[in-house]
């Protein structure tokens, strides 16, 4: 099926995203590096605008959009505060939590009953997160007791709110893919630059940090842009599963982590080691039950 491919190329750029996204917010002011990454996207889809593939849509056609925007800037609030602050090989493999979030709220709100293999998943992988509290004490201090641990796993529920709106967007509403990459990253820009300018006036940053510019800010917009298009093209698909789509995505987890613990060096452990396949494993048992 194409949208397993087109979700499967999403987690590729999603990885280095990351990889990026932490080099980017290492000493640094987060807001100014969220915007430069959401008006990067709104750079590079501009010319599409102007030449008419991305509408100019009616105002009430485009508050659904504006919510997401919302909620993609809530999240990214806490996320990117957490990896400014924590190791990548803590932050990523928590980031993949949003498949877990995804599949509740299906139980929750649509009705929606996993099968064995999903709640075997479900509970390999929370076992898995335990592991990475005790791996992560050394690191981070007392693990569920880390304000940045508890603002990535809530950024991360946010972010499956997201992931269940997009389907909402896309399938039901049938907005176009280009068309809701366009807008609500133009809607987060306002947002971020507003709040920028709250803080200027305030003279302070939301990380205490001062603001440096750095051309990789660029690119982790840029590897942004590629990963989202194939995800939001992915769920545009009518068959597509946005559970299914959301741990595919996730996968992403495997190259950010390996990147913190082979590349920069972040501290290894035979815990952390275990916790990070019991996830992938998790992960997989949730994906083969759609199957």
């Known amino acids: 099926m194409i949208w397993i491919l087109l979700a499967f190329s999403s987690a590729f750029f999603l990885g280095f995203y990351d990889i990026s996204k932490k080099k980017a ?3 640094n002011a987060v807001w100014p590096v969220l915007f430069f990454c959401s008006f990067t996207t709104v750079i590079c889809l501009f010319p599409f ?10 105002a009430e056609s485009q508050l659904p959009i504006f919510l997401k ?3 993609v800037t809530s999240s990214w609030a806490f996320t990117f505060n957490a990896v400014a602050r924590l190791p990548l090989s803590i932050t990523a493999p ?14 929750s709100f649509m009705g929606e009953r996993p099968s064995v293999y999903q709640w075997l998943g479900i509970g390999i992988t929370a076992g898995s997160y335990f592991l990475f509290s005790i ?16 603002a990535m796993f ?15 967007l896309l399938q039901h509403l049938k907005y176009d893919p280009l068309t809701v990459q366009f807008w609500f990253n133009l809607y987060m820009s306002a947002i971020q630059l507003g709040i920028i300018g709250f803080l200027v006036l305030k003279k302070k940053t939301s990380s205490g940090r001062p603001f440096r510019f750095h051309p990789i800010m660029i690119l982790v917009g840029f590897l942004l842009l590629i990963a989202d298009r194939f995800y939001f093209l992915a769920l545009h698909e009518p068959d597509a599963l946005v559970s299914v789509v959301t741990v595919i995505r996730r996968s992403s987890v495997i190259i950010s982590f390996l990147w913190g613990i082979l590349i920069i ?10 916790g990070f396949m019991g996830i992938i494993l998790g992960l997989l048992f949730i994906t083969l039950s759609k199957g």
């Open 25 to 27: 917010l290492s000493h």
């Open 135 to 150: 791996a992560g004490k050394k690191e981070s201090g007392s693990f569920f007791r880390n304000p940045w641990v508890i």
């Open 69 to 71: 925007a919302l909620i």
């Open 49 to 58: 605008f102007l030449m008419g593939k991305i509408p100019l849509i009616e």
């Open 265 to 274: 060096k972040e501290h290894k452990s035979k815990t952390k080691y275990i």
């Open 154 to 168: 809530f950024g991360s529920f946010l972010g499956a709110c997201s992931g269940v709106y997009d389907k909402y």
């Open 94 to 107: 928590i980031r993949a939590s949003a498949p877990l979030f995804t599949i509740l709220m299906a139980v």
